[in-house]
Every structure is written in C-alpha cells, then in structure tokens.
C-alpha cells in the first residue's frame, strides 16, 4: 500500500431517454398508455439521494486576514486549500485545517481558520516579545485529496514550519469524510465492534515491531499499549492504515505508519462499510 498524494476524480454518467410522439392525434391504446406512463415515472427519492454531487475540486490560497507588518522579521504564513462544490466539505476542510494550525502551538479548541491564524500570530508576537533576536513564526500548510471511494474523501494536510528555532518539513494530517452522512470519521467509527480486539492486535503487533526500532531512551518512555481510537487514518484500493507523527507517542519518537492488508481490512471493517469504501 502507498500513501497516495494526487487528487482522485469522481466521474458520473447521464442517462438520457427520448420519447416520441405519433402524428396521427388518436388516443393511445391502454396498454401504449400504461407503457408510457411507466417510462415517465419520476426515480424514487432514496435512488437520488445515492448520487452525491462532482466535486470539482480547485487548489486555491485560503481567504484569511494577516497583520499589518513594518518591521523586516515578518510572520510567514501561506495556506494552501481546496474549494469543492460540495458546501459541506469545504466547511469540514477548512475545520481540519484550523486543528492543524493549532496543533501547531499546543491549543485544542473548536476555531474557525481565522480564529487558528490569528491563534498562531498571537504566539508567534510573545515569542518575538520575549527577545529581541526571536524570529518569527514560518507556517505553510498545502493541502490535498489523494484518494476518494464513494461518499467517503481521504484529505492529506502537510505542514512546513519553523517556529521558536526548530524547523519541520513535511509533517502529515489524515482525516476522512463521510459526505453522505457528513461527518468526520475516526477508526472507532469504521472498525466493527466485535472486531475491535482483533485491530487491537494489528495495531499492538506493528507498535512492537516499531518500538525494537526506537532508541533505548524513547523505548524506555514510550507507554506499553498504542491506542488508535482517534489515531489518524487513511485508505487507499488495499486497506487502511494509521499513521502517528515523529514525537506523538513518544520524544524522539520516530513516524509510525501501520498498514492493514485487503484481508485484514475486511476482517475488521464494518459490513456496510467496506463494501463502498473498497
């Protein structure tokens, strides 16, 4: 499995019927106008209901308000987004978004992107304040959707920074959308109850495997058990996965990625689930 990084497509296919008429105006027979009355009848509102709208998705900067700055050690911070035309994904996008920037400096609170921007200069200003030599904050945040199945929309989002002397490059978020039901999905959603041991015992394998690989101080410090409840998640054609940051289980903790094989995946996954997200 590989974690995909171009934007997947959905493609529809319309359907068109043509009726014609007779030139001769004699009322139709019963059985012709049965025929035609069937042929007219409107698609039930369940079978609408299961086409979702073509995304067409477009990279654009995000709209946000930056201070005004005269000095020459300025804030650098660039948002790269998405624009979709489904309205509820690009609310969702921009709220992914806005928990990016704020994990960024350690805050966890339910913020508009402009309310997390302007977060981000607040703590960029104070750590400037404290001497005079600080730098300030550097921010770059891209954003993408490498892959999509159905309703369900896998979003990537890289960051780039440098902040308080210590740089990041290429630091991933994964979060998953359901747009028919709309809502943001965690492991716990997708993974069938009875089965939750079962992906407890992928993800512990793998944890343990990973932890032989650590350095003796972070094994030392790095707690016994991995809990992927809320753990970011990702999907591609062959199964799921998840994927821990450098320092999130433990410091100088390396990336973690645990990928669950086709099989695996069907054994864990909920019935109504996997057979529309693979």
């Given at each position: 499995?590989?974690?995909?990084?171009?934007?997947?497509?959905l493609s529809?296919?319309?359907?068109?019927?043509?009726?014609?008429?007779?030139?001769?105006?004699?009322?139709?027979?019963?059985?012709?106008?049965?025929?035609?009355?069937?042929?007219?009848?409107?698609v039930?509102?369940?079978?609408?209901?299961?086409?979702l709208?073509?995304?067409?998705?477009?990279?654009?900067t995000?709209?946000?308000?930056?201070?005004?700055?005269?000095?020459?050690?300025?804030?650098?911070?660039?948002i790269?987004?998405?624009?979709?035309?489904?309205?509820?994904?690009?609310?969702?996008?921009e709220?992914?978004?806005?928990?990016?920037?704020?994990?960024?400096?350690?805050?966890?609170?339910?913020?508009?992107?402009?309310?997390a921007?302007?977060a981000?200069?607040?703590?960029?200003?104070?750590?400037?304040?404290?001497?005079?030599?600080?730098?300030?904050?550097?921010?770059?945040?891209?954003?993408?959707?490498?892959?999509?199945?159905?309703?369900?929309?896998?979003?990537?989002?890289?960051?780039?920074?440098?902040?308080?002397?210590?740089?990041?490059?290429?630091?991933?978020y994964?979060?998953?959308?359901?747009?028919?039901?709309?809502?943001?999905?965690?492991?716990l959603?997708?993974?069938?109850?009875?089965?939750?041991?079962?992906?407890?015992?992928?993800?512990?394998?793998?944890?343990?495997?990973?932890?032989?690989?650590?350095?003796?101080?972070?094994?030392?410090?790095?707690?016994?058990?991995?809990y992927?409840?809320?753990?970011?998640?990702?999907?591609?054609?062959?199964g799921?996965?998840?994927?821990?940051?450098?320092?999130e289980?433990?410091?100088?903790?390396?990336?973690?990625d645990?990928?669950?094989?086709?099989?695996?995946?069907?054994?864990?996954?909920?019935?109504?689930?996997?057979?529309s997200?693979f």
């Open positions: 499995m590989k974690l995909l990084k171009h934007t997947a497509f529809f296919i319309a359907l068109s019927l043509g009726l014609s008429a007779c030139d001769d105006r004699a009322k139709p027979s019963a059985s012709d106008a049965k025929v035609a009355s069937e042929s007219v009848q409107p039930p509102k369940k079978e609408l209901a299961e086409v709208p073509y995304l067409n998705i477009q990279e654009q995000a709209q946000i308000a930056l201070p005004f700055c005269e000095t020459k050690n300025c804030l650098e911070l660039e790269q987004t998405l624009k979709t035309k489904d309205s509820w994904l690009n609310t969702w996008i709220q992914k978004q806005a928990q990016v920037i704020q994990d960024q400096i350690g805050l966890k609170q339910q913020m508009s992107l402009q309310q921007v302007n981000y200069v607040k703590k960029s200003d104070a750590w400037q304040a404290e001497f005079k030599a600080n730098h300030a904050y550097e921010l770059a945040v891209y954003t993408r959707i490498p892959y999509q199945r159905n309703q369900f929309v896998l979003m990537q989002v890289g960051v780039d920074s440098a902040q308080e002397n210590i740089k990041v490059k290429e630091r991933y994964f979060f998953v959308a359901d747009r028919r039901t709309q809502k943001n999905l965690t492991a959603d997708i993974i069938e109850p009875k089965q939750q041991a079962q992906m407890d015992t992928f993800v512990q394998q793998a944890y343990t495997q990973w932890l032989k690989e650590q350095n003796t101080l972070a094994r030392s410090a790095a707690p016994k058990k991995l992927w409840g809320q753990a970011d998640w990702f999907f591609d054609q062959e799921i996965g998840l994927h821990y940051r450098s320092n289980i433990v410091k100088d903790g390396q990336q973690l645990i990928y669950l094989t086709k099989e695996q995946t069907q054994q864990v996954l909920k019935a109504d689930i996997y057979p997200m």
